[in-house]
């Protein structure tokens, strides 16, 4: 070997040492900079003639492990997506209160039922009276504040959701814009560890934010892919998210890929987009849904005792609320009997009138000689039947009852048959008495059949999402009323297999007349109004949604329309606390007594009695008493909250698991590193003396030609 190669081979040495104590130096440098990927130098002999004529450093390369950072990944977009439902759940729970506590909202209804258990001791104090309605309001005022809660934790999430895509976005760029200079770097043959951590970084943070797969480009680089296998980023640009948001459906994650303009829907599993998804679409609406069937039938149960009872003295004029359906419609099915009263300001009978729904009758006094009537003419008929002592009438889907010369009227059902339509009484169904109100129509149970009008304008239109179990959206139908016809007419329209929802699931009718969508298969598809123009009775009427509660917004809006009724809430004298007594009547003796408090007693049981609850958020369709069903809310949003935080204590710990033997793996070991800085400079010391012996070799040369 010439002078000249033992001197290259030595410099080549030299080099490579110095390379590789530089890289030595950055490792320790950066030990404690979070997502650093310590660095390796890979140096390879240069051979000629079968010689080793030094060596080349042929790359400096992260240290960095596919599988351990796929797993990483994974874990990192689970503990993401179990953090922000934790965290939300723990917020909404903390709405309720501690059931445990008297503060919570919960105890509140003990507090009602305890209030009309007072008063009914003692039914002619308004101090009493005004206690139970205050509890009442609290009830539901606080009960109208969880669910305006609730609704702002669903918009701050959707708020979140907009935020959280353009990171997402930001990050695609940049992580597709570090693909281009990686490349360039190693082409040119320079060190691209730098802007390969930096984009190591990127991608650590993008799959916090929505679950990623990362493949390496062959030229340096990563190809970034969603869960369904999508290229984001790294195959010919970065591609674009974009959160669609319709109001009372799900939202959805659509994504435009490079080169086109035509955005597609991308499935994401996990992640914080998926956490927030899911919170928004899911978990709240839930919670919102059974709030709703809770306040709800807590309403109805106290209404139901209110409309067996009577104020004392009884009121002139009982206005029910807006069934949303016609005067046939509503008065047709009933069955049993009631009696309609006209009770002078001594609590005597002066008109008393028995209807006999079963046989189509009205009689005076119990006197024989029954008037027919149809569901059509009730009112005019039960006019009739008053004797000029009061009036009836059907408007805007509420019957009026109206006494005449100052005579107050009251309602009962008979004690043998009482009557009854979807599971309540005469009374209680048409709202003639409520002691809560509502703005809206809050109650599905309409008692309609599949042989009823449905009495929808022909050729509006209602637009329904088909989604499956996990809310992605199948497709929109857009569904027209069929013009005359009855309920089965437009059930026909609606699960229609082509028009309609058919092909996966039938909307039916049950036995109260609620409208229920059961899914077909194994799907679990579900539906969502996106759009209703619909109208009952013309313009002004009540949409196919607000009467069956057909979308999500009405379903949950209901907590928030109910208010006690405004004649009571300004005098609590007019609080329903007596029962019409006609046993008392037939004696020639008051019907209605001041101080009877078993009005106030059936109110203070409200919370015993059997209730209808509907399958909703998750809790299965059941007869129980309110106090039992609040009992069984309750424990469901507790469990709930404990479960979304044991899931996220389980991914927590699998994600900082997947860090360690990540970091064991990738990160700077002092260690190691010394070990690799002692290699380095005694390799750095022999090419040094290689490079004096050449020299000294020189030196005698040149000595030995002078």
Same mark, same amino acid.
């Given at each position: 070997?010439?002078?000249?190669?033992?001197?290259?081979?030595?410099n080549?040495?030299l080099?490579a040492?110095?390379?590789?104590?530089?890289?030595v130096?950055d490792?320790i440098?950066?030990?404690?900079?979070?997502?650093?990927?310590?660095?390796?130098?890979?140096?390879?002999?240069?051979?000629?003639?079968?010689l080793?004529?030094g060596?080349?450093?042929?790359?400096?390369?992260r240290?960095?492990?596919?599988?351990?950072?796929?797993?990483?990944?994974?874990?990192?977009?689970?503990?993401?997506?179990?953090?922000v439902?934790?965290?939300?759940?723990?917020?909404?729970?903390a709405?309720?209160?501690?059931?445990?506590?008297?503060?919570?909202?919960?105890s509140?209804?003990?507090?009602i039922y305890?209030?009309?258990?007072?008063?009914?001791?003692?039914?002619?104090?308004?101090?009493?009276?005004?206690?139970?309605?205050?509890?009442?309001?609290d009830?539901?005022?606080?009960?109208?504040?969880i669910?305006?809660?609730?609704?702002?934790?669903?918009?701050e999430?959707?708020?979140?959701?907009a935020?959280?895509?353009d990171?997402?976005?930001?990050?695609?760029k940049?992580?597709d814009?570090?693909?281009?200079?990686?490349?360039?770097?190693?082409?040119?043959?320079?060190?691209?560890?730098?802007?390969?951590?930096?984009?190591?970084?990127?991608?650590?943070e993008?799959?916090?934010?929505?679950?990623i797969?990362?493949?390496?480009?062959?030229?340096?680089?990563?190809?970034?892919?969603?869960?369904?296998?999508?290229?984001?980023?790294?195959?010919?640009?970065?591609?674009?998210?974009?959160?669609?948001?319709?109001?009372?459906?799900a939202?959805?994650?659509?994504?435009?890929?490079?080169g086109?303009?035509?955005?597609?829907?991308?499935?994401?599993?996990?992640?914080?987009?998926?956490?927030?998804?899911?919170?928004?679409?899911?978990?709240?609406?839930?919670?919102s849904?059974q709030?709703?069937?809770?306040v709800?039938?807590?309403v109805d149960?106290?209404?139901?005792?209110h409309?067996?009872?009577s104020a004392?003295?009884a009121?002139?004029?009982?206005?029910?609320?807006?069934?949303?359906l016609?005067?046939?419609?509503?008065?047709?099915?009933?069955?049993?009997?009631?009696?309609?009263?006209?009770?002078?300001? *001594? !609590?005597?009978?002066?008109?008393? =009138?028995? +209807?006999?729904? #079963?046989a189509? @009758?009205? /009689?005076?006094?119990?006197?024989? $000689?029954?008037?027919?009537f149809?569901?059509?003419?009730?009112?005019?008929?039960?006019?009739t039947?008053?004797?000029?002592?009061?009036?009836?009438?059907?408007?805007?889907?509420?019957?009026?009852? *109206? !006494?005449n010369?100052?005579r107050? =009227?009251? +309602?009962?059902? #008979?004690?043998? @048959?009482? /009557?009854q339509?979807?599971?309540k $009484?005469?009374?209680?169904?048409?709202?003639?008495?409520?002691?809560?109100?509502?703005r809206?129509?809050?109650f599905y149970?309409?008692?309609?059949?599949?042989?009823?009008?449905?009495?929808?304008?022909? !050729?509006?239109?209602?637009s329904?999402?088909?989604?499956?179990?996990n809310?992605e959206?199948?497709?929109?139908?857009?569904?027209?009323v069929?013009?005359?016809?009855?309920?089965?007419?437009?059930?026909?329209?609606?699960?229609?297999?082509?028009?309609g929802?058919?092909?996966?699931?039938?909307?039916?009718?049950?036995?109260?007349?609620?409208?229920?969508?059961?899914?077909?298969g194994?799907?679990?598809?579900?539906?969502a109004?996106?759009?209703d123009?619909?109208?009952?009775?013309?313009?002004?009427?009540?949409?196919?949604?607000?009467?069956f509660?057909?979308?999500?917004?009405?379903?949950?809006?209901?907590?928030?329309s109910?208010?006690?009724?405004?004649?009571?809430?300004?005098?609590?004298?007019?609080l329903?606390?007596?029962?019409?007594?006609?046993?008392q009547?037939?004696?020639?003796k008051p019907?209605?007594?001041?101080?009877?408090?078993?009005?106030?007693?059936?109110?203070?049981?409200?919370g015993?009695?059997?209730a209808?609850?509907?399958?909703?958020?998750?809790?299965?369709?059941?007869?129980?008493?309110?106090?039992?069903y609040?009992?069984?809310?309750?424990g469901s949003i507790?469990?709930?909250?404990?479960?979304?935080?044991?899931?996220?204590?389980?991914?927590e710990?699998?994600?900082?698991e997947?860090?360690?033997?990540r970091?064991?793996?990738?990160?700077?070991?002092?260690d190691?590193?010394?070990?690799?800085?002692?290699?380095?400079q005694?390799?750095?010391?022999?090419?040094?003396?290689?490079?004096?012996?050449?020299?000294?070799?020189?030196?005698?040369?040149?000595?030995?030609?002078?």
């Amino acid at each position: 070997m010439s002078l000249s190669a033992i001197m290259s081979s030595a410099n080549s040495g030299l080099m490579a040492a110095q390379t590789g104590l530089r890289t030595v130096s950055d490792n320790i440098a950066n030990i404690n900079t979070p997502g650093y990927v310590r660095k390796l130098v890979n140096q390879t002999q240069l051979v000629s003639a079968g010689l080793g004529v030094g060596v080349s450093i042929e790359s400096i390369q992260r240290a960095a492990d596919q599988f351990l950072q796929r797993a990483s990944l994974t874990a990192k977009a689970a503990s993401a997506e179990a953090g922000v439902i934790s965290d939300n759940l723990d917020r909404a729970q903390a709405l309720f209160g501690d059931p445990s506590t008297s503060s919570s909202f919960f105890s509140r209804l003990d507090e009602i039922y305890a209030a009309f258990s007072s008063t009914g001791t003692d039914s002619s104090s308004n101090i009493r009276r005004g206690q139970a309605i205050d509890n009442v309001t609290d009830f539901l005022g606080e009960a109208s504040r969880i669910a305006s809660s609730l609704q702002d934790m669903g918009k701050e999430a959707d708020s979140r959701l907009a935020s959280t895509v353009d990171r997402a976005n930001e990050l695609l760029k940049e992580i597709d814009s570090l693909n281009g200079d990686i490349s360039r770097s190693l082409i040119q043959g320079n060190d691209a560890t730098g802007s390969e951590n930096i984009q190591s970084q990127l991608i650590d943070e993008l799959s916090g934010l929505m679950d990623i797969n990362v493949t390496p480009r062959n030229n340096g680089g990563f190809v970034i892919r969603g869960a369904d296998g999508m290229a984001l980023a790294g195959a010919g640009g970065a591609a674009t998210l974009k959160y669609v948001r319709t109001e009372g459906v799900a939202g959805e994650i659509t994504v435009t890929l490079p080169g086109s303009s035509s955005p597609v829907n991308t499935r994401i599993t996990s992640g914080e987009i998926r956490g927030l998804l899911d919170l928004r679409d899911k978990e709240l609406p839930a919670l919102s849904d059974q709030l709703s069937e809770f306040v709800t039938r807590s309403v109805d149960e106290l209404n139901r005792a209110h409309n067996a009872s009577s104020a004392v003295p009884a009121p002139t004029s009982l206005t029910g609320r807006n069934t949303g359906l016609d005067q046939a419609t509503a008065l047709r099915g009933f069955t049993g009997k009631t009696t309609v009263a006209m009770v002078d300001s *001594t !609590g005597m009978i002066t008109r008393q =009138v028995e +209807i006999d729904f #079963d046989a189509g @009758t009205m /009689s005076v006094g119990g006197v024989p $000689g029954s008037t027919p009537f149809t569901p059509g003419n009730f009112a005019a008929n039960l006019t009739t039947a008053l004797g000029g002592q009061g009036t009836a009438s059907f408007t805007n889907g509420a019957l009026t009852i *109206t !006494g005449n010369g100052g005579r107050g =009227v009251a +309602i009962t059902d #008979d004690a043998t @048959t009482p /009557s009854q339509k979807a599971g309540k $009484g005469f009374s209680h169904f048409l709202g003639m008495n409520d002691l809560v109100s509502s703005r809206g129509f809050p109650f599905y149970e309409t008692g309609v059949k599949t042989t009823d009008p449905h009495g929808f304008t022909a !050729g509006d239109t209602i637009s329904l999402r088909i989604a499956d179990r996990n809310g992605e959206r199948i497709r929109d139908v857009t569904v027209a009323v069929p013009a005359g016809g009855t309920m089965q007419d437009l059930l026909n329209a609606l699960n229609a297999p082509t028009t309609g929802v058919g092909t996966y699931g039938q909307y039916a009718l049950d036995a109260d007349g609620a409208l229920k969508f059961t899914p077909s298969g194994s799907a679990g598809a579900a539906i969502a109004v996106v759009q209703d123009g619909t109208e009952r009775g013309g313009p002004g009427g009540p949409s196919m949604s607000q009467l069956f509660g057909m979308g999500q917004a009405e379903r949950v809006g209901r907590v928030s329309s109910f208010q006690i009724r405004d004649d009571i809430a300004k005098d609590p004298a007019k609080l329903a606390l007596a029962k019409l007594d006609l046993a008392q009547a037939a004696l020639n003796k008051p019907a209605l007594a001041s101080g009877d408090g078993r009005g106030a007693i059936l109110l203070s049981k409200a919370g015993e009695t059997m209730a209808r609850f509907g399958a909703v958020g998750g809790l299965a369709a059941s007869n129980m008493s309110v106090s039992r069903y609040a009992q069984e809310f309750a424990g469901s949003i507790g469990r709930k909250a404990d479960a979304a935080a044991s899931r996220q204590t389980v991914a927590e710990a699998v994600a900082a698991e997947a860090d360690v033997r990540r970091t064991s793996a990738e990160g700077v070991n002092l260690d190691q590193e010394l070990i690799s800085m002692t290699t380095y400079q005694q390799a750095f010391s022999a090419s040094a003396r290689l490079v004096q012996a050449s020299k000294d070799m020189y030196d005698v040369l040149l000595m030995m030609t002078d």
